[in-house]
């Protein structure tokens, strides 16, 4: 195992570096974070759906879409090699994004793992059953293997048991739940047969906190908040009986009342408060007041009606993903199921009642076609990305069409030049197990010369750059995350983040 070697070096010294590299990340997710326009729902003149004229998009091919916003398509049967449901992202409650961004999974055993940066193909994952990213550990996820909960790393590609629930022939964990925000508690579901116990884990001290039996019941889903404060139990069936509708705890099992009756499709977020929240298509109450969402807050169950629209029908179904952990106060909608006002449309809605949304694509994909071909959206983190399945008017007519991100384009300022410079640089593989790093540039972009940093802002090694593909020799270096940093033909500087294991 390698070790990430600290050295000393002075105290101002040290506080100037950490300066320097906070800023330099300040400016990157600065540069990350940006929006479609904010738009009230009464002042949009929705048109009729219409399909897309031309062909779907290339692979890797950025097109600009009917907002304006950039569309990409991200896998391909011809480069991956298959048909099967490894072209597409897993569902809308399945966060696709590893922790910081750097990183995509896409569904399947093994997945796809790509580079977040590119959108590139970097290679196949044999993540275990229900693998869900960790919430802070960009190189982990967390899955199930029979009755046990592991601990996977995409890097190494190795499993670690971390607990083995032995009262039980397995456990199921099933990517519609959520770990806390901070990765401390997990709900799982132990099963003898049909018959079915609720577990809160606490993976941070290796804990069972509560356990709940329910028997045979129909239940969906079972998950905690993001918060870690509740656990929700989702029922199939409508109601507000012992087993129906949705059902909340506190997060050791006690304090059981029931949330809500309607179980339309939904995920749990969190509102502009910070407050745990379920966010939901529209029931018969809602809509009989032109409110098509809502959004119930779990301490108490007060529900905040969402996206009142009365010159028509509103969004009817499809999906909903609040996955966007780093931007509380927001959910991502896919429309898919009706022709309404909202059809089609992937948007993001505020959680505050006041029916602001940001349109970012129309996912164009036939869901007639099967439940693969449903468009699924589920934002990144800081939900500045939106990733949608799609067989673009039937375009692709495998099982299993590919997956696209909706994004809004990068908005121009001082940093333009690096950033145009910065798409011109391809730095792969990512992370990279052996040390050698490959650099290519795509021929309208000039680097001089490419310097390493450690993560504490040190210089380690300088290379020119003597052609337009190098291979950087790494394999020295402790284990860990550095900084490529490329000094260009006009003395810009463009930088990048690998990772050596």
């Given amino acids: 195992m390698k070790h990430l070697y600290v050295g000393k070096f002075s105290r101002s010294e040290g506080f100037q570096r950490i300066l320097f590299f906070y800023f330099l990340f300040l400016s990157f997710i600065l540069k990350a974070q940006n929006y479609p326009e904010t738009i009230s729902l009464n002042a949009i003149d929705y048109n009729q759906y219409q399909p897309p004229t031309g062909p779907a998009p290339d ?147 290796d804990q069972i906190v509560a356990t709940h039996y329910i028997g045979a019941s129909n239940m969906s889903w079972f998950s905690v908040s993001p918060s870690g404060q509740y656990a929700i ?21 006690t304090n059981k009342r029931h949330l809500n009756d309607y179980t339309t499709h939904s995920d749990l977020g969190t509102n502009t408060d910070g407050e745990d929240v379920f966010v939901a298509f529209g029931d018969p109450t809602t809509r009989n007041n032109d409110y098509y969402l809502k959004s119930v807050r779990l301490r108490d169950g007060m529900v905040t009606p969402l996206f009142h629209f009365t010159q028509s029908t509103g969004v009817w179904g499809g999906h909903i993903s609040c996955r966007n952990t780093d931007r509380p106060g927001w959910a991502y909608v896919s429309e898919g ?18 029916d602001m949304i940001e349109r970012f694509a129309v996912h164009h994909t036939d869901e007639n076609a099967g439940y693969g071909h449903q468009a699924h959206a589920v934002p990144n983190r800081d939900g500045s990305q939106v990733m949608f399945a799609s067989n673009w008017a039937n375009s692709f007519t495998g099982a299993y069409p590919p997956s696209f991100i909706a994004r809004a384009p990068s908005t121009l300022g001082v940093e ?83 990772i050596l294991n």
Wanted: charge should be negative.
């Fill in 59 to 205: 692979y890797l091919e950025v097109k600009t879409n009917e907002f304006g916003n950039e569309v990409i398509r991200i896998s391909d049967a011809a480069e991956f090699g298959t048909t099967g449901q490894n072209l597409r992202h897993h569902y809308s409650l399945d966060q696709p994004w590893n922790a910081d961004g750097s990183l995509i999974k896409l569904a399947g055993y093994p997945a796809a793992i790509l580079d977040a940066e590119t959108n590139e193909f970097l290679y196949w994952a044999s993540i275990p059953s229900a693998a869900t990213w960790s919430n802070v550990n960009p190189l982990t996820m967390y899955g199930t293997s029979g009755n046990r909960l592991v601990r996977y790393n995409v890097s190494t590609n190795n499993n670690q048991i971390l607990h083995t629930f032995s009262g039980f022939s397995s456990i199921e964990y099933s990517n519609k739940g959520n770990m806390s925000n901070d990765d401390k508690y997990i709900g799982l579901i132990g099963e003898n047969g049909n018959n079915q116990t609720l577990i809160v884990y606490n993976i941070e001290i």
């Fill in 337 to 354: 199921c009706c022709n309404t006002v909202g059809y089609k449309e992937i948007f993001a809605i505020k959680l505050d009642g006041s």
């Fill in 416 to 498: 333009d030049n690096e950033a145009i410079a910065s798409n011109g640089i391809k730095v792969y593989p990512n992370p990279s197990r052996d040390g050698l790093v490959n650099v290519k540039l795509d021929g309208n972009i000039a680097v001089k010369s490419i310097q390493v940093y450690d993560m504490l802002g040190r210089a380690i090694q300088t290379q020119e750059m003597v052609a337009n593909n190098i291979t950087l020799n790494l394999s020295s270096l402790p284990q860990g995350v550095y900084l490529l940093a490329f000094k260009t033909e006009n003395n810009g500087s463009v930088t990048k983040r690998i």
């Fill in 233 to 253: 139990m989702y029922f199939s069936e409508d109601g507000n009986g012992e087993n129906q509708g949705i059902k909340v705890f506190d997060i050791d099992l």
